[in-house]
Structures are given as structure tokens and as C-alpha cells.
């Protein structure tokens, strides 16, 4: 088995030639298909995906990485999505969209500010600095949820961080904070982006950090702390620095990715950000491999283009040109839960395991693909003929056994010693020379 | 008495006995030393059922229980105590020792046996009320081997009793052990601690990567050159 091995810096230039067509493509995917188009689809995909992957990445960090069994994230994604819309809201727009509450309290917006005296950068800094902000609030109130929280271990903890998730869910439906965050009616109008790679670029930056994190000492930590919390403790690692550490990170990172999420969808309301949407990213992470980066973005990329694109005729009536009276609304979650089963029983493992997508690995792939082809007939055979030999041996093996037992109860009916004793010896015998 | 003859165990591809002959008799103590990976710990298993044999045979008196179901083997009188000891962590120190009378009805006998295990085990009727994770490591052993005899065994199959423990505990589980087995329960000893093993022992058998090399009388096994050099360390 040849194995191809790259030095750094083709590796490294690979890496950037891949980032750059990934940009390139999706600037230009949501550039060139028009509206009206099917693959319009296709750009949706693209962009919930990403959005999904950065969560999904940053639920693994915490889940898959340090072995912190956390369900806040829908809770933390709507913090984020809250945060980013009430301070990019235009001034104008405002007695429109908080019209229950006399216009709300804040007058203005970041976006709107910065665009007017920066132009064209202030409109993207505009955009930046709430994603960055809302970032930032979420990771604060990480911080703070952290210090009870993170006390506690596995399913205790799921519970906490669930329970932390539904009450900022009702918090942010409260009435009295109307003139903030709307009440429980949506929130629209505020600044969204242009096109897809601004999500992607966001998105892959997320990433990556996150995987500079993960293969830093810091992620040696992390993970050292998923495997024994008392040997890693032994090592010297700070327990409970490093989950709130990781606890901080991975919110910060849910938190800009429900500001994604927010101008991805053009309006934001409280309620779909349940633990149903945890339960998603959570499956995202099971499906791609909990403990592998690149498994989370592969999972975000098929779960999304599941449910948006490819399985949408389960509940629409027809799929793949096939009718039926099945294929009605709530069949493609039924899908879905059978998929889910069968990923657990099955391939527990997910997509990728533990394992990275490596340059090295892919190119030693596409490399041993004609030799293992060539091969894979006589491999077959071979394996055939041994998993044969196998069984012919444990049939025979079987069917001693059959007899033995057969002959044992003869014996035993006949009323015959089953077994003489092995012969007893009063000094030291060698029955075969030791090495 | 418990025979094995000829038996085979593989794991996957690995033949991990390679046809292994063992006596235990009754009234004695037969200790099987070796090194880690030798096969010891698998010998116990097969026997228990608790890993799938090959080939070969296992008798218990005029038994044939090579294809007895673990629960059976229990009922006949076998009993086995884990290597690492595996109680249970979350149960008081009396509920782990009622466990080893599950497949018991005798609910008058039982008492009487719980009785004289506390009378082996002073230690533990101190504490029969503390959850068994909060035991010491020599308690923790005590009370596998307390948890073993409730099943009223007639052999008692012990594989590694002194595993992470203080030469002093060392010694009093050993002379528990020899206790237990003049009371009539007959004893198979897996040890890596040859020395306290052999010295306790009336017959004993030495294993090397699934064969059985070396047998004797554990005093003479226990003067023998080769052994000394070997697994006594002299």
C-alpha cells in the first residue's frame, strides 16, 4: 500500500487552493444560478450548511473533544441571533418592526452608523462587529453559566444546560423586555449579507480556529480530560479552567453562528430555537463522528441538503418520481428517525470516526485506487476462501464438540468414568522446554 | 474434582490455549502461575463459559459442563471471583454478598452462610452498611471473595486475589484462602504473585503463551531453578 506523504508547505498550499475554490464556487453559485432556478437549492444548502457545520464543529469541541455532554446550544445560538438583530435593526425600521412596543428602545444601528461614515468597509465592519459582539455576550454568559454548571458530570449536565437553554428561550419571550427584543413577535428588517461566501468565509475562519485549537496543547488537554479526568488532573491540567475554557469557546462559537443563522433566515423569533435545533446539531455531530472536525462539517453538509433539498418530496408527495399518499407532511422526520437508527446500530462510529480529512489520505486514496481495484477480485477471493476454511473449521470443531458431549452422556448413562486423572507427580515435571 | 482436557480457546485469530490439561482434586489448592498474556485469566473464563471454547472438555465430578450455560455452571458448585475484583460499586457491602446467593432459594441456609462469611470476614461485618466503593482495596477483595462463597461453592476459582494490594492484606487474604479451603471448598488459584501462591498450595501448574510447561507440588515447584529464575524473581 503506497502511501503518498506530502512536506508542510504543499500541504499547506493545498489547503489554501481548496479554501479559495470553496469561495470562489460558492460566490459564484449564488451569483450565476438565478432565482427561479431548482439549484437555487443548492445555495441554501451551502449556506444553512455552513452555518450548521460552524455549530455543529463547536457543539464537538465540547461534546466530542472534552467530553462535556452539553445541550445549551440552541439556547446559545439564540442569544447570539437576538443579539446580532436588535443592533442592526435600521433606525427606520424600527417603529415597523417593534410596533407592539412604541418603536423599542434603541433607536439605532451599528451597521447603519458605520456604512454612513465608512461606506462600502462600513457595511461589512457593520455586519462584523454584532456577529463578533453577539459572539462575545454569549461567551460571557457561558462564563457565568459555566461556574455552577460545569461542576457537574454527563447526564446531569445535559439536563443543566438543556434547562439553561429553555429559560433564556422564555427569557427572550418575555413581555417587559418587549422594547428590546420584541417580545415573543419576530424580529425582521435588520442587515443580512449579499452573498453566500461572506457565511462561508465566516464559517470556514470559525473552523479553522477551532482545529488550530483542537491540535494545540490545549486540545491535548481537552481531550485528556474526556478520556480520565483524574489522570488528566494528575498530568497537572487545570480541570475545571480547561471545561470552562472549552465551555466559553464552543458558546462563543454557537453564539456567531446563530447571528449566521439570523441573516440567513431574514427574521428571527424565539421559538424554533428549542432543543429540537440542539437535537439536530447534535445529530450532525453523531452522523459526521463525535471527535472529528471534518465528520461535523461533512454531517452539516448531507444533514442539510437532506432535510432542505433531497428528502423534501417525502413531504411534498412525490420523490424520485414515486407517489404516494405516504410522502405527506412529517414523513421525512419518520426518514430521518429511521436513518438515525440505523447510524446507531450499525455505524456507531459515523462518517469519519476520529478520524481528519488529511491531503495525504485523500491523494494515497485516488492513488491505491487502481492497484486495489486490480486487486480487490483475488483479495476477495482469498478472503472468501478463508472465511470458508473458517467455517469449515468450526463445523468440525462443532461437531467434535456434538460428539464429545454425545459420548460424555453415554458414559455418564452407563454409569462409566467420564475422565481418568491426570497422572500426579511428587517433583517438578517439565512438559515442554520453556523458552 | 474439575478435569480439563485438551482445550482449545482462540480469540479472532489468536489461539490463546493451545490444548491445556489441569486437575484440580478434591480438598486441595491447585494454583496456575505464568506471566501476563500466558492464558491464565482465559483458562478461568472458558471454564466459567464466560469466553467460547474450541475444542476440548470440561468435567465437574461425572459432569460434562464444556457446553453448560454460565448460570448452570454457578448452580453446580463453580463459582468464579474476578480478577480486579468487579463489585459493585453503588451497593452496600451486605447487598454485593447477597448478590452471590442469586441463584439460591434457601433462604434459612443462606442466612447461615452469611453468617459464616462475616465470621471469615470480621472486616467486612463492621461495615455492612458502606457502600462497596468506599472500601479499601483489601476490603474490596474480601468482599469479592465474601460475594464468591455466598453462591456455596464447591469450587472457588480465584484469579489474581492479590493484585494492587499491601504484602500484609496479601498475607491475610492467603490465609483466608487456606482458611476457606479447609472447610471443604475446593481451590484454583491464578496468580502472578507466584510466590505467595505456590507457598499455599498443594499442587500447581505453570503456563507459558497457552501451554502448560511446568507441574508439581508448589513446594517443589517453588525450589525448582528454573521457576525461581523465571517468576520468583531469585
Known amino acids: 500500500m503506497a502511501r ?74 439564540l442569544i447570539g441571533a437576538y443579539t446580532y438583530a436588535i443592533f442592526t435593526i435600521p433606525a427606520a425600521k424600527h417603529a415597523d418592526v417593534y410596533m407592539y412596543f412604541d418603536g423599542g428602545a434603541i433607536q439605532w444601528s451599528i451597521e447603519e452608523a458605520l456604512s ?97 485549537l483542537i491540535n494545540s496543547t490545549y486540545g491535548r488537554a481537552f481531550k485528556a480530560i474526556r478520556d480520565d479526568e483524574i489522570a488528566a488532573e494528575a498530568m497537572g491540567v487545570n480541570l475545571f479552567k480547561h471545561k470552562e475554557l472549552a465551555f466559553v469557546i464552543s458558546s462563543f462559537f454557537a453564539g456567531v453562528g446563530g447571528a449566521l443563522l439570523a441573516m440567513f433566515q431574514g427574521t428571527i423569533a424565539a421559538t424554533p430555537f428549542t432543543t429540537t435545533m440542539t437535537y439536530e446539531i447534535l445529530l450532525i455531530v453523531v452522523i459526521g463522528g463525535i471527535g472529528s472536525v471534518t465528520g461535523s462539517i461533512i454531517g452539516a453538509f448531507l444533514f442539510t441538503a437532506c432535510s432542505e433539498w433531497w428528502l423534501r418530496g417525502l413531504d411534498a408527495g412525490t ?17 430521518f428517525a429511521v436513518i438515525i437508527m440505523l447510524i446507531v446500530l450499525f455505524a456507531a462510529q459515523g462518517i469519519m470516526g476520529t478520524k481528519e480529512f488529511s491531503w495525504e489520505g485523500l491523494l494515497s486514496w485516488f492513488k491505491n485506487l487502481p492497484a486495489n481495484l486490480k486487486a480487490a477480485p483475488a483479495k476477495n477471493k482469498a478472503k472468501a476462501q478463508a472465511k470458508k476454511e473458517a467455517k469449515a473449521r468450526d463445523k468440525a470443531a462443532k461437531a467434535q464438540a456434538k460428539e464429545d458431549k454425545a459420548n460424555s452422556a453415554a458414559k455418564a448413562a452407563s454409569g462409566e468414568k467420564l475422565f481418568e486423572p491426570l497422572p500426579v507427580y511428587d517433583h517438578v515435571v517439565v512438559f515442554k522446554e520453556g523458552k | ?26 480438598g486441595q489448592i491447585i494454583s496456575l502461575i505464568g506471566a501476563n498474556g500466558a492464558g491464565k485469566s482465559t483458562t478461568l473464563k472458558s471454564i466459567m463459559g464466560l469466553v467460547g471454547k474450541r475444542q476440548g472438555q470440561v468435567f465437574w465430578d461425572n459432569l460434562d459442563i464444556t457446553s453448560m450455560k454460565t448460570k448452570d455452571i454457578v448452580k453446580e458448585g463453580i463459582i468464579l471471583c474476578p480478577e480486579g475484583r468487579r463489585i459493585f460499586p453503588d451497593l452496600t457491602v451486605d447487598e454485593n454478598i447477597m448478590c452471590g446467593a442469586y441463584l439460591r432459594k434457601d433462604k434459612e441456609e443462606i442466612e447461615k452462610d452469611r453468617e459464616w462469611v462475616y465470621s471469615l470476614f470480621p472486616r467486612l461485618k463492621e461495615r455492612t452498611w458502606q457502600l462497596g466503593a468506599t472500601l479499601s482495596g483489601g476490603e474490596q477483595q474480601m468482599l469479592a471473595v465474601a460475594r464468591a ?27 483466608i484462602i487456606q482458611k476457606i479451603a479447609s472447610e471443604g471448598v475446593n481451590i484454583m488459584l491464578i496468580e502472578q504473585n507466584a510466590k505467595a501462591a505456590l507457598e499455599i498450595s498443594d499442587y500447581a501448574y505453570v503456563m507459558e503463551t497457552g501451554v502448560i510447561t511446568m507441574a508439581g507440588p508448589g513446594k517443589a515447584l517453588m525450589n525448582d531453578p528454573r521457576v525461581q529464575q523465571a517468576y520468583l524473581g531469585e
Not at chain 1, 142 to 158: C, M, N
Not at chain 1, 319 to 335: A, D, H, N
Open chain 2, 149 to 175: 462463597l455466598m453462591s456455596k461453592p464447591k469450587l472457588l476459582m480465584l484469579d489474581e486475589p492479590s493484585l494492587g494490594l499491601a504484602p500484609l492484606i496479601i498475607k491475610d487474604i492467603f490465609a
Open chain 1, 319 to 335: 420523490w424520485l418520481g414515486i407517489t404516494s399518499e405516504w410522502f405527506r407532511p412529517g414523513f421525512r422526520k419518520v426518514v
Open chain 1, 4 to 77: 503518498v506523504t506530502l512536506n508542510k508547505k504543499t500541504k499547506l498550499v493545498l489547503s489554501f487552493l481548496g479554501i479559495a475554490l470553496i469561495l470562489l464556487g460558492s460566490y459564484l453559485a449564488d451569483e450565476m444560478i438565478p432565482a427561479s432556478s431548482n439549484m437555487r437549492m443548492f445555495v441554501t444548502v451551502l449556506e444553512k450548511g455552513a452555518i450548521y457545520a460552524l455549530v455543529a464543529v463547536s457543539m464537538n469541541l465540547l461534546n466530542g473533544f472534552t467530553g462535556l455532554f452539553s445541550l445549551g446550544q440552541a439556547g446559545f445560538m
Open chain 2, 1 to 26: 474434582m474439575l478435569a480439563i482436557r485438551d482445550l482449545h480457546v482462540y480469540y479472532g485469530g489468536i489461539h490463546a490455549l493451545q490444548g491445556i490439561d489441569i486437575d484440580v482434586p478434591d
Open chain 1, 116 to 212: 454612513g461614515s465608512l461606506g462600502i468597509v462600513g457595511h461589512y465592519l457593520g455586519m462584523l462587529i454584532p456577529i463578533i459582539g453577539a459572539g462575545l455576550l454569549v461567551a460571557l454568559i457561558a462564563y457565568l453559566i459555566g461556574i455552577p454548571v460545569l461542576r457537574l458530570k454527563s447526564d446531569y449536565l445535559a439536563i443543566a444546560t438543556l434547562g439553561f437553554a429553555e429559560i433564556l428561550k422564555a427569557f427572550f419571550q418575555w413581555n417587559t423586555l418587549g422594547p428590546i427584543t420584541n417580545g415573543s413577535n419576530v424580529l425582521r428588517k435588520y442587515a443580512t449579507y449579499d452573498n453566500s461566501i461572506f457565511v462561508v468565509l465566516i464559517a470556514l475562519i470559525s473552523i479553522a480556529f477551532i482545529m488550530l
